[in-house]
């Protein structure tokens, strides 16, 4: 800088640091600055600001270096290399100057021998032809001398611009150097503050509002800019109090009931066979109640280590329509969508007690924890599965094993939507269609599944709704992917009219709950809270009756909670643990191992006969690259002949219908209003009969 103010610090060789929560140190020689902040997140905003004017200050710095051209290169060896590369290029052109003069020597001669052969008396014809040999000669010899002059204005070039090419990979190279030690300290700050936060007592009570990066919890988070405010989520505090009730006035029977309590005589009354209580026999008798008849595979090849470069791939998307650019399988794990849809019945057998329950609220408890159950497998599970293809199933037949079978299709490609219908001979059946709809918000992806889904109970008519909540896959850019889940589910019972609020809290840095928290109450027609749940959505779910509710004192935003005493909480659903190597299984459960197992007589158009899929779980990803190519060129020449059918028919005004699910039809649904794919039979006795003929050749 020409011309600076007094006490001006030069940013661009500035060294900025951290002394505690709040202080900070910037220092330039032999001046230094201490600077405070009112609160440690104020800190990290000023730290973050000031590194990035350092950044852009180096930079310019940089640029004006770059056009004066006086200053000479960074080190010696960067010198050095330049010189060596340099002297190559002289010894190549020698080389090619030698090679020059030899053509011209040796073409020099053949002219000569040309010209004595057209002196001497020979046949007309015989004149024409040398004439000609001796013209390409000599454009022989033009053309060579033109590709010498080439390579030395390539030197020329070359010596000219080398001290700017020097200049910008230099810059390159600090440039890389600065990000990686931003990104190390900030995740040192990080992690420094996340600690002071947990460990201070009343320190996120006493934060207020502050403006951030510090995600809201307040539902899903609008789109992010410097203006925009955030809450800790501390302060999004709950909407109710769980107290368990003291054992001394609550009788336990010898069947494990509760005695009366407020003068209602409401037992604890789920049958153990029913209900299991939170020790582990209770988890083991359920883990043996799943072992299959039939022996199944228990390993996949493991994933190979292969190196992915994302620039590479992704500046060769720019200009390009999504839906047109080929993703590498890299990204991916060997299952389909479709196969990810039916994982959700991994804890079926919480259905299968649900059906034992006499009492609708009872019912809706494990209906809760089945809705939660179906997020354990993602929290691992950061790879992407496969698009389906359009017309593309997949089947799961346990009905003699576990007793149910399970049938999805893929009904649309654009916007991708999977119809899913389950059918279970101890007395339930579920059918949802779910549309993926996601956005990038540059650090992060949200995946918000839509669509409802039904489960209905056959001998009661109990008939269940909900939906699913928002997955959020973090570090999209930077960092390591992690997977977090957050929204609300509202699962209502049509028929009782019975509901059940989750809250999946989303996690925060200044929460000291424990992560992946989802909590709820299930209440009646009436409005009256029957039992809390309560757990995370990768571990377990419990339940716990309420014997008393009453009000309690007014929350920090005015509005007065609610206070539950309960009895002991009772363990509904807990995770199984993961196989043996499941890290270098893509992290798949037990179930997710068997899904893409061979089968016989399934459909031609099931995901397991998916070639560029199975290839992947094979640890061919090459060749499995090549094969998605093909397949996604495939569909989109289908796709483009069925748009030109669309073109022609209307021009001759007829109606078309475009594409029709093979076993799916739509039809509105009568509790939500919504146009569904409902399942309209004929799969499972096709399979019977094992005639395919209507099935689309889609592989």
């Not at 000023?46 to 590194?51: K, N, R, S």
């Not at 190390?184 to 009570?205: D, I, V």
């Not at 199933?393 to 649309?412: A, H, K, M, N, P």
């Amino acid at each position: 800088m020409a011309h600076t103010c007094r006490g001006t610090i030069n940013l661009s060789t500035a060294h900025i640091d951290t002394e505690d929560s709040c202080n900070i140190v910037l220092s330039n020689g032999g001046r230094t600055y201490h600077l405070k902040a009112s609160s440690e997140v104020e800190r990290q905003r000023w730290v973050t600001a000031l590194e990035l004017a350092k950044a852009k200050a180096i930079r310019m710095r940089n640029n004006q270096s770059d056009d004066s051209g006086d200053e000479e290169p960074a080190s010696q060896s960067d010198k050095s290399e330049l010189h060596g590369t340099l002297k190559t290029l002289s010894s190549k052109l020698e080389d090619l100057s030698t090679c020059n003069d030899l053509i011209a020597k040796h073409g020099a001669a053949l002219q000569r021998s040309l010209s004595e052969l057209e002196n001497l008396k020979l046949p007309a014809e015989s004149g024409e032809k040398i004439k000609a040999v001796n013209e390409r000669a000599t454009l022989f010899r033009i053309t060579s001398n033109a590709m010498i002059n080439a390579c030395r204005d390539f030197l020329d070039l070359a010596e000219t611009h080398s001290r700017k090419w020097q200049r910008a990979l230099q810059y390159e190279r600090e440039q890389r150097i600065r990000l990686e030690e931003t990104i190390e300290q900030l995740a040192k700050q990080h992690n420094s503050l996340e600690r002071a936060c947990r460990g201070a007592p009343g320190s996120a009570g006493s934060a207020g509002t502050t403006k951030g990066s510090v995600q809201s919890a307040k539902g899903e988070a609008s789109d992010e800019d410097e203006e925009t405010e955030y809450f800790d989520a501390m302060e999004d505090a709950p909407a109710f109090i769980t107290v368990t009730a003291d054992p001394k006035h609550h009788r336990r029977s010898g069947s494990n009931l509760s005695g009366a309590s407020e003068g209602h005589p409401e037992d604890w009354n789920l049958e153990d066979s029913v209900f299991e209580s939170s020790n582990q026999s209770s988890y083991n008798e359920s883990c043996k109640d799943l072992l299959p008849k039939k022996r199944r595979r228990s390993r996949i090849p493991d994933k190979p280590n292969y190196s992915l470069n994302l620039w590479s791939i992704m500046k060769n998307c720019i200009g390009k329509e999504l839906s047109k650019i080929p993703m590498p399988v890299n990204f991916n794990e060997p299952l389909s969508m479709l196969q990810r849809l039916t994982e959700d019945l991994e804890y079926h057998e919480l259905l299968d007690k649900a059906v034992k329950c006499e009492s609708s609220t009872e019912q809706m408890c494990f209906v809760a924890a089945f809705s939660v159950s179906s997020y354990s497998t993602t929290v691992h599970r950061t790879a992407k599965p496969f698009n389906p293809l359009l017309g593309e199933t997949y089947e799961l037949d346990r009905l003699e094993e576990l007793g149910f079978r399970s049938l999805c299709e893929q009904v649309s490609h654009h916007p991708p939507a999977a119809a899913h219908h389950v059918f279970s001979k101890r007395g339930w059946t579920l059918w949802q269609e779910i549309t993926i709809a996601s956005k990038f918000r540059g650090k992060y992806l949200s995946i918000m599944p839509l669509g409802a889904i039904h489960l209905e109970f056959h001998s009661s008519g109990n008939h269940y709704v909900w939906r699913k909540v928002t997955s959020t896959v973090h570090n999209i850019i930077v960092g390591k992917l992690w997977i977090d889940q957050s929204g609300e589910i509202e699962i209502v019972n049509h028929k009782s009219k019975d509901k059940c609020q989750l809250k999946f809290t989303p996690y925060s840095y200044f929460s000291r709950d424990v992560p992946r928290k989802v909590t709820g109450v299930v209440s009646d027609a009436d409005g009256k809270a029957h039992y809390v749940m309560s757990g995370t959505w990768d571990e377990k779910m419990e339940c716990s009756k309420i014997v008393q509710s009453s009000h309690g004192s007014a929350g920090s935003e005015g509005k007065q909670k609610t206070v539950y005493q309960t009895l002991s909480p009772k363990v509904l659903w807990k995770k199984y643990p993961l196989p043996e190597n499941a890290e270098n299984m893509y992290f798949f459960s037990s179930l997710a191992l068997t899904l893409n197992e061979p089968e016989e007589r399934v459909a031609p158009t099931d995901s397991r006969l998916r070639p560029d899929q199975r290839l992947m779980e094979s640890g061919r990803w090459d060749e499995a690259n090549v094969e998605k190519q093909r397949l996604e060129e495939k569909q989109r020449a289908v796709r483009r002949r069925r748009e030109a059918e669309a073109v022609e028919a209307l021009e001759e005004g007829k109606d078309y219908e475009g594409y029709i699910p093979l076993w799916f039809e739509r039809k509105v649904d009568p509790i939500t209003g919504e146009l569904i794919c409902a399942y309209k039979g004929g799969y499972w006795e096709a399979k019977d009969k094992q005639d395919w003929s209507s099935c689309p050749d889609i592989f």
